[in-house]
């Protein structure tokens, strides 16, 4: 939706062009009313027009009751001023009208009839229209996914600097989707984009000089990018920013500033956002300590199925920490979680059914999910899953392959791994000291 919100208002500045344009010296008035976003005054020049049965008039009251500009919203009004001035070959009409039979809005869903209209208005020279027939083969809406087709009417939005397209386009160069991979070309077309203001261009960008996937990475480039984004109230760029200053990776590590800007993205209901809001609030990390705010954070976050949170919530009721002890309720958020493959949720489960704590002991259950969490690398999973093969719970004993586990857990810095080795007598390569 922030993508179609976005696309939504761009298109209007093209739809205001086209009007500019083409409309005689009687819509100067309604247009100049517009522009000031005095929209009862431009309903009021409008209306006379439409009525007579001008195109452009006609379009303008099917935008402001679309809206609700100056009038109540009324999708009815809407699909009848839009189909009237369809009706007499105006583009941005033809495009609106299409996006309503899209997306259902006030008139029965009907792909047919959509991609119909998008398709007219953007063989005329229309970039949202062009960008939407794009989407539909992308998303396969009332049509056989076709990545390359959808690359193709990208193109053609993107070769009228629409934004949202040339993003896009730029995503699939990255990705090879429909398009043989070209890692300059995706670069060109998403800094287009994000140069032209498109704030999810700007994450995109930000997030690739961050991990440095088809550019060098470069953590200033990331930060300046993402501030971009971020500025424009983009959720996932103020948790990817925060995240970097919460690490001073790029910038001076500042905890405050991660706090605030995750605080913005937590109160839009980002789910990650709540979620690592909710681990500076148990540990008190640029915001005085508050065990009952994280849990609250945590549980925001779970009720949207984050497993990151279905973990640290879970943990919480396990160990007691904040509010009192519930093994029941710690089980269920742990299984949710260790389901999704949250690895930190795969050891805690392990350590439940180890311990039979809340649930009855099974070490068979416990090396299962041990065994899940140490393939990801889980330090805490990959030293349990050394006791589970030294002492032979839920597993045939084996000192070697304990020494393994211990071993990659030592290099992790794992303290209780450390000592395992230590006590076995050996540094994990198998040589006795």
């Known amino acids: 939706m922030t993508v179609r919100r976005r696309v939504a208002i761009c298109y209007l500045a093209a739809g205001l062009l086209l009007c500019a344009s083409a409309c005689a ?25 439409a009525e007579k049965g001008n195109p452009v008039a006609e379009y303008y009251l099917g935008l402001f009751y679309e809206r609700g500009w100056g009038v109540s919203r009324d999708l009815n009004q809407a699909l009848a001023w839009y189909g009237k001035a369809a009706d007499q070959g105006d583009v941005p009409a033809e495009a609106n009208l299409g996006l309503m039979y899209l ?27 062009a960008y939407n027939v794009g989407q539909m083969y992308y998303q396969g809406r009332g049509v056989a996914k076709d990545m390359a087709i959808a690359a193709s009417w990208y193109r053609k939005a993107a070769d009228k600097s629409f934004p949202p397209a040339e993003d896009t386009l730029g ?13 300059e070309s995706a670069l060109a077309w998403m800094r287009k984009s994000a140069e ?3 704030a999810d261009a700007q994450y995109y960008l ?13 953590s200033a480039q990331a930060v300046e990018w993402l501030t971009k984004a971020s500025d424009q109230g983009l959720v996932e760029a103020e948790t990817a920013l925060a995240m970097m200053y919460k690490r001073g990776d790029g910038v001076q590590q500042d905890y405050p500033r991660a706090v605030a800007l995750l605080t913005r993205a937590a109160n839009q209901g980002h789910a990650q956002a709540e979620s690592i809001l909710g681990d500076m609030y148990l ?74 704590n809340g649930i009855a002991r099974d070490d068979s259950q416990a090396f299962s999910w041990f065994q899940k969490a140490a393939d990801q690398g889980e330090a805490t999973a990959q030293y349990f899953l050394g006791v589970s093969f030294e002492l032979g719970r839920g597993v045939k004993s084996d000192i070697k392959q304990a020494e393994h586990w211990y071993s990659l857990a030592a290099q992790q810095q794992f303290g209780p791994a450390q000592k395992a080795l230590e006590r076995l007598g050996t540094d994990g390569s198998g040589n006795i000291h």
């Open 206 to 218: 930000g997030t690739q000089y961050l991990n440095g996937n088809i550019v060098a990475k470069d």
């Open 103 to 129: 997306d259902g809005a006030g008139v029965a869903q009907n792909y047919d009839v959509a991609l119909k209209l998008l398709t007219k208005a953007a063989d005329q020279g229309q970039p949202i229209a």
């Open 25 to 49: 010296d009687d819509l100067a008035d309604g247009e100049t009313a517009f522009k000031d976003a005095d929209y009862k005054t431009a309903v009021d020049k409008f209306r006379p027009l």
């Open 196 to 198: 032209a203001g498109y």
């Open 171 to 183: 995503f699939m160069y990255a990705n090879g989707l429909g398009v043989k991979t070209d890692t």
């Open 283 to 356: 540990d008190g990390s640029g915001v005085a300590q508050d065990p009952s705010a994280a849990a609250a954070l945590y549980q925001k976050a779970a009720d949207q199925n984050d497993p990151r949170a279905e973990y640290a919530l879970g943990w919480m009721y396990a160990k007691g920490q904040g509010m009192p002890k519930d093994a029941g309720r710690a089980i269920g958020l742990l299984t949710r979680a260790a389901q999704a493959g949250d690895a930190k949720g795969e050891a805690a489960l392990g350590v439940m059914y180890a311990n039979g």
